[in-house]
């Protein structure tokens, strides 16, 4: 039982291409998110949603378009992709907002090449 | 801007010595210090915590200490094994109007060798 899921695993796509990458949970967290891993390794958030809220949206461009139909699912929409689009992107997830103490549970990556 | 550094890349310790993971961070707002550690093709998984409030916390052979004056934390592992061959990821968080957002550092490649 994966606790948090994350699909496609890869993803090579064209410049321009609209691609979505989705995200589920089962651990009945309340509070999902959205991070890019760029080439320089770093873990950026780019969103978050609490049951369902936007919370967080960092600055991220616009192309990008975080959709949650319910609390345990939060995908996310990318327009007309770009080249520098190409990064690993990881879900987690957490019961209630990510409090020092409480634990967030990542996805296992979504690779998108960008060609 | 980094906030959350990690300035050492790569680490290879050998099997039973000490593995001493440093990170530095920029923010003295940051109340909550997290270690992650992630495998090839996983996700990040979270390995212990520290509140600024305190400067030792100790799990099982992980052991992370709090220097606030300097804003430095290191994150010990003794004896360190080679299943602890990972990527270690320091971060930091601090509470902004009503949620946390948790900024992580670039990451250091931990090599237990046998």
């Known amino acids: 039982d994966t606790a948090v899921s994350q699909t496609p695993k890869y993803l090579v796509t064209q410049m321009g291409n609209d691609k979505s990458i989705k995200c589920e949970q089962n651990?009945?967290?309340?509070?999902m998110y959205w991070y890019k891993q760029d080439s320089k390794k770093f873990l950026k958030i780019m969103f978050s949603?609490?049951?369902?809220?936007?919370?967080i949206n960092e600055t991220v461009p616009n192309r990008f378009s975080p959709k949650s139909p319910d609390k345990a699912h939060l995908n996310l929409h990318i327009n007309s992709l770009e080249l520098g689009d190409s990064a690993v992107y990881f879900c987690?997830?957490?019961?209630?907002?990510?409090?020092?103490?409480?634990?967030?549970?990542f996805g296992q990556g979504t690779r998108l090449t960008v060609v | 801007d980094q906030q959350v550094k990690q300035n050492s890349p790569s680490l290879s310790v050998q099997e039973g010595r000490i593995s001493i993971l440093n990170c530095d961070y920029t923010?003295?707002?940051?109340?909550?210090f997290l270690w992650y550690k992630k495998y090839p093709a996983e996700g990040p998984t979270f390995l212990i915590s520290?509140?600024?409030?305190?400067d030792k916390n100790e799990d099982g052979r992980f052991t992370v200490f709090l220097n606030k004056s300097a804003k430095h934390l290191s994150l010990h592992i003794v004896p360190s094994q080679p299943g602890d061959s990972a990527v270690y990821f320091c971060?930091?968080?601090?509470?902004?109007?009503?949620?946390?957002?948790?900024?992580f550092g670039p990451g250091t490649s931990l090599s237990v060798i046998p």
């Open positions: 949603y609490n049951n369902k809220e936007l919370i």
């Open positions: 923010n003295s707002m940051f109340d909550y």
């Open positions: 987690a997830s957490s019961l209630g907002s990510w409090v020092g103490n409480t634990e967030a549970f």
């Open positions: 520290i509140s600024s409030i305190k």
């Open positions: 651990l009945g967290h309340d509070t």
């Open positions: 971060a930091a968080s601090h509470k902004k109007t009503s949620y946390d957002k948790v900024i």
